[in-house]
Nanobody, 123 residues
Framework: QVQLVESGGGLVQAGGSLRLSCAAS????????MGWFRQAPGKEREFVAA????????VYADSVKGRFTISRDNAKNTAYLQMNSLKPEDTAVYYC????????????????WGQGTQVTVSS
């Protein structure tokens, strides 16, 4: 069982930055691919980025490529999402998720989820 707790959300002006953190319980954190998803009001949850376990390969949605950076610190059991050049359309609840194996952009492939953290970008 893996428990995930996100933090770092908040209100920021367009063009600003935020860093989200996802702290995971358990002793096998490096075995899990970590993903970030987001859900805006009235929209389906969408893939943002993922980072694989020990080798830390990364993948991004086209909408955030070049602005967001996903990373992880296996010693701290924590994954991060650095968000720069934020836009109003980035406003959403951001969730981290974990799965064993390679990355996936499908939320149904992830086994564990955090409670979410709100990110609001004002224009």
């Amino acid at each position: 069982q893996v428990q995930l707790v996100e933090s770092g959300g908040g209100l920021v002006q367009a063009g600003g930055s935020l860093r989200l953190s996802c702290a995971a319980s358990g002793r096998t954190f490096s075995m899990y691919t970590m993903g970030w998803f987001r859900q805006a009001p009235g929209k389906e949850r969408e893939f943002v980025a993922a980072v694989t376990g020990s080798v830390s390969n990364t993948v991004y949605a086209d909408s955030v490529k070049g602005r967001f950076t996903i990373s992880r610190d296996n010693a701290k059991n924590t994954a991060y999402l650095q968000m720069n050049s934020l836009k109003p359309e980035d406003t959403a609840v951001y969730y981290c998720a974990a799965r064993k194996g390679w990355y996936s952009s499908s939320d149904s492939a992830y086994d564990y989820w955090g409670q979410g953290t709100q990110v609001t970008v004002s224009s």
